[in-house]
């Protein structure tokens, strides 16, 4: 089978312009200029002058100061994908667009509104959310919550600014689950971080409509690093959404997040992302979080874009009868790598996971799961289901499977399967019988295949994710 | 107006499974071509659908005139051929109702006078009500966790919503029981009235429910003997050994 097209030459039926049939569909790149740009490259001065712009604590200035300390000491891995082309030197670390943060859409620049109206934002708030919290570059810059959260005292706010306003969540939580030193890239967040989302959702309170976010690239060379922070106290529940759509260009592009997530007592967190960088993003996110007793936690991951992402959703069960849930669905065409997967560690008594995850690999892309189960010494009667399908369309892709497993409790109840497929050319032609083309057959069965997690998103989600997965099928198929 | 197979022949690996076949299918008409194992049934009904490892290597398939021999499958299928499937083959994680829909729309693209999902399943329902399917099989995945008799079923609801101007019909009453087997041959009853029919099968006894207008006898990739709904009683009667063991011709 062979590739007749470039997969991004397709519109988004979003923007029927008709102008930007050749481009990335989100690939529009608004003319926005920012008031404050520190230089490219990594040096303290940098750092120095970040904390200075944003006016935080000194004690901040020092966290990413010894960050950057341990971000220089650390090698780059060497598992996984590809890092080696990232040139450090050649990124510029932060970038301010507007002075403030828009209180209402009003206040928002024109032009940056249009970017967002191409994305569909606006609409998506009036439909479907409670809140929107969008970031454009590095700071937040619109924002809104209904009254009625206010009310019920939840925080959802970029994490900036929460920094200066709620300090004492910050010295408790900040950096506890995913510390600068945990990995290369947690600590290049630490050093450079801007942005992102803050949540506490009080006790007892149920959030009933999702929280989303968008995140948006929009200068070349620009590396993001938005640190969300999402604390969910006891018998709590919300889902939070986070969207990815970048523009594409020439030099790459550099995207590390870190998000560290508290589950209290009976809490219950979900966290969706569907990300769909362009195909010359390096996306290496640390994502961890740690489940107290009853708690659950539920990470929906879908990975379509980037040259290379690396990201394994992590959770700890501190908790007794503490549950997690991965569901992860990942699809890497040409020069594509997707190494994704997920890990849970079981350190109380009858605590539970389950995950899932489906990749699928078509021309020339590679897909890889690398899941981790640790059942700690004492974490008596844990439940643990893995399961992980790849399907692979053609002869030049590949899919990996890299599961590990340490139980170190005898009466652990573990059950893994694991397959790998083809697309058949029997379903092909049954699907052809009935008058379905080719690439249209080829993205049904893709689409039946991924079903599982769809089924676990919201619909406006679930929709937009099998129109991507349906564009990036397009002409995939000999 | 006829679908018109000439002199086809059809490999498959390279050996020749088909030889010279010729036939010609009318509207309204029911052709049954039984034959032994092996004989070249299922084969030739892939090759008459575009299957890409049944090669036609020589003759042609006409369409009311129109010439669809080297078409692929779905061109085909737009021309207004039918093919149901020996062994429906499944689609996992696809509900049979958004897979009909699929096809529904691929076929309306012109005209969407069926567009909200409501009328959709208006139009689904009627179809279902007069071949006696139960609709609640539209909520399973494609062929997936179904019983045979439910898979053949669904065929010949997909058949009447697509309603091609010829069907291949591939051994539908194969592992049907007497309840199933009278609801598909009085669907196929119904479905003739806008479709010329070619059904392949191993038994007669769909037959009973069913009148041919013709039964063809084939034997290694060629028909060996055409007659009527007798010549059916008689190979039930007698099989095929006197096709067998008679000389190739």
Known sequence: ?478 | MSLKISNLSVSVLQKQIIHKFSLEIKKNEVHVLMGPNGSGKSSLSFALMGHPEYKITGGSINIDGKDITNLNSSEKANAGLFLAFQKPVPVYGVCYFNFLRNIYLNFHKNNDKISSIKQFLNLIRNKAKLLKIKEELVKKSVNDQMSGGEQKKMEILTMALISPKYAVLDEIDTGLDVDALKTVAAGIQILKKDSGILLITHYQRILKYLKPDFVHILVKGRIVSTGNADLADEIEEEGYKKYITAPAF
């Open chain 1, 1 to 478: 089978m062979v590739t007749k097209k470039n997969s991004n030459s397709k519109l988004n039926p979003k923007i029927t312009t008709g102008k930007q049939a050749n481009e990335y569909q989100f690939g529009f790149h608004n003319n926005v200029k920012p008031i404050f740009k520190t230089q490219k490259g990594i040096s303290p001065k940098i750092v120095n002058q970040i904390s200075w712009q944003k006016k935080e604590p000194a004690w901040m200035n020092k966290f990413r100061l010894k960050a950057l300390k341990t971000f220089i000491d650390k090698p780059i891995p060497l598992w996984g994908g590809d890092l080696s082309q990232i040139k450090f030197s050649d990124i510029y670390y932060y970038l301010k667009p507007i002075k403030k943060k828009g209180k209402s859409w009003n206040e928002v620049p024109k032009n940056i509104k249009e970017t967002f109206e191409k994305l569909g934002i606006p609409q998506a708030e009036r439909k479907y959310l409670a809140g929107v919290e969008t970031q454009y570059d590095s700071e937040a810059i619109y924002g809104s919550l209904k009254k009625d959260l206010v009310k019920k005292g939840i925080i959802f706010t970029n994490t900036d600014e929460a920094l200066s306003k709620y300090p004492e969540f910050f010295k408790e939580y900040f950096g506890k689950i995913v510390p600068p030193a945990d990995n290369k890239f947690a600590a290049l967040n630490s050093t450079f971080w801007s942005g992102g989302s803050f949540i506490y959702i009080p006790k007892n309170v149920k959030v009933d409509l999702p929280l989303q976010a968008y995140f948006r690239i929009n200068a070349a060379s620009m590396g993001q690093f938005e640190r969300t922070l999402i604390i969910a106290d006891c018998g709590s529940f919300v889902h939070y959404i986070e969207g990815c759509t970048a523009p594409i260009y020439t030099s790459d592009s550099l995207h590390s997040a870190v998000v560290e997530i508290f589950v209290k007592k009976g809490a219950r967190v979900r966290y969706t992302t569907i990300q769909n960088w362009s195909k010359n993003v390096y996306n290496l996110v640390t994502k961890r979080a740690v489940v107290d007793e009853e708690g659950t936690m539920e990470w929906v991951d879908g990975n379509l874009g980037s040259k290379l992402t690396m990201k394994y959703p992590s959770i700890y069960l501190k908790g007794r009868k503490a549950t997690g849930e991965v569901l992860s669905v990942a699809m890497a065409g040409n020069n594509q790598h997707q190494d994704v997967g997920a890990k849970v560690y079981h350190l109380s008594p009858e605590t539970s996971s389950r995950i899932t995850s489906k990749s699928v690999s078509k021309s020339g892309g590679r897909t890889g799961y690398r899941g981790l189960v640790y059942v700690a010494k004492g974490a008596k009667n844990s439940n643990i289901r893995v399961s992980c399908d790849a399907l692979i369309l053609d002869g030049k892709s590949r899919a990996d499977t890299y599961p590990t497993m340490n139980i170190n409790e005898q009466d652990a109840n573990i059950e893994h399967e694991a397959s790998v497929s083809k697309v058949s050319e029997e379903q092909l032609f049954y699907l052809q019988s009935r008058g379905i083309p080719k690439d249209e057959a080829a993205s049904m069965i893709v689409n039946g295949f991924i079903e599982p997690i769809v089924r676990e998103l919201p619909m406006e989600y679930a929709v937009e994710l099998n129109r991507l997965m349906k564009m990036e099928m397009e002409g995939s198929v000999g």
